[in-house]
C-alpha cells in the first residue's frame, strides 16, 4: 500500500495567480498521476510525472497552465497557472495502478474568485 | 483509447434493498477494470478490482461484480444495502500497456434512504 499526503487541502485563490500542490508518498514510485475532478464530474487525468523526465499530458493539458516537477520518487508538485473561475476543481495526485490498486491523496479543493 | 460509461447519474434506494450499479467499458485492448467508491469528504477507495481469472469479483462491505466481456460491462451490485454505503462510486479501466493511469466514469451517487 501507499500513503499520499497531499497539501493544501483546500485553498481559495485570486483570478490570475497559481496554486502549487505538493504530494507526498511514503514509499519510492515511478509514476506519480495528477487529475482533476471537476465538480459534479469524474476524474480526468491531467498527466503523467515520471522522476527524470517531462511530464506527459493528457489531451486537453498544457505545460504553461499546468507545470509538474518531480524531483524525486517520493515527491511531485502540480501548479495551476493564471488561475480562472473555470479552474475551480479538486486536484488529486495517485499512484499505482495497472493491475495495482491505485492510491489517491486526499484531494486540493481550489476555488477561484 | 478507453471510454468508461455509468449510465446512472444518481441511484436512491432504500436500506436493507439490492443496488445494481451499471458500468460499461469499451477499449480496443483488454483492460483491467476496477470500482473505487469516494465517501463524502474522503479520497477515493478500491472497492474491488477485475484483473483475470473469475468474472464474479467479491470487494469490501459486501460488494461484488461481475466482468462481461460480450457486453463489455462490469456492474457492481450489493444485495442489501445500509445508511453507510451513501456513497460516489465509479467505474474504472486501465489497459495492459503498462501505462498505468485510470481512465474513470462519471460516477454514480448512491443515497441510501432510511
Known amino acids: 500500500s501507499a500513503v499520499i499526503s497531499q497539501k493544501p487541502s483546500r485553498d481559495i485563490c485570486q483570478r490570475g495567480t497559481s496554486l502549487t500542490i505538493q504530494c507526498q508518498v511514503d514509499?519510492?514510485?515511478?509514476?506519480m498521476f495528477w487529475y482533476r475532478q471537476q465538480p459534479g464530474q469524474s476524474l480526468t487525468l491531467i498527466a503523467t510525472?515520471?522522476?527524470?523526465?517531462?511530464?506527459?499530458?493528457e489531451s486537453g493539458f498544457v505545460i504553461d497552465k499546468f507545470p509538474i516537477s518531480r524531483p524525486n520518487l517520493t515527491f511531485s508538485t502540480l501548479t495551476v497557472s493564471n488561475l480562472s473561475p473555470e479552474d475551480s476543481s479538486i486536484y488529486l495526485c495517485?499512484?499505482?495502478?495497472?493491475?495495482?490498486?491505485?492510491?489517491f491523496g486526499q484531494g486540493t479543493r481550489l476555488t477561484v474568485v | 483509447a478507453q471510454s468508461v460509461t455509468q449510465l446512472d447519474s444518481q441511484v436512491p434506494v432504500f436500506e436493507e434493498a439490492p443496488v445494481e450499479l451499471r458500468c460499461n467499458y469499451s477499449?480496443?485492448?483488454?483492460?483491467?477494470l476496477f470500482w473505487y467508491v469516494q465517501y463524502p469528504n474522503q479520497g477515493l477507495q478500491l472497492l474491488l478490482k477485475?484483473?483475470?481469472?473469475?468474472?464474479l469479483v467479491k470487494g469490501i462491505n459486501g460488494f461484488e461484480a461481475e466482468f462481461n466481456k460480450s457486453q463489455t460491462s462490469f456492474h457492481l451490485r450489493k444485495p442489501s444495502v445500509h445508511i453507510s454505503d451513501t456513497a460516489e462510486y465509479f467505474c474504472?479501466?486501465?489497459?495492459?500497456?503498462?501505462?498505468?493511469?485510470?481512465?474513470f466514469g462519471t460516477g454514480t451517487r448512491l443515497t441510501v434512504i432510511p
Open positions: 474504472a479501466v486501465s489497459d495492459l500497456d503498462g501505462a498505468n493511469n485510470l481512465f
Open positions: 514509499s519510492q514510485v515511478t509514476m
Open positions: 477499449s480496443s485492448v483488454s483492460v483491467y
Open positions: 510525472a515520471n522522476q527524470g523526465s517531462e511530464a506527459t499530458y
Open positions: 477485475y484483473l483475470s481469472g473469475s468474472t
Open positions: 495517485s499512484v499505482g495502478g495497472g493491475d495495482t490498486e491505485a492510491f
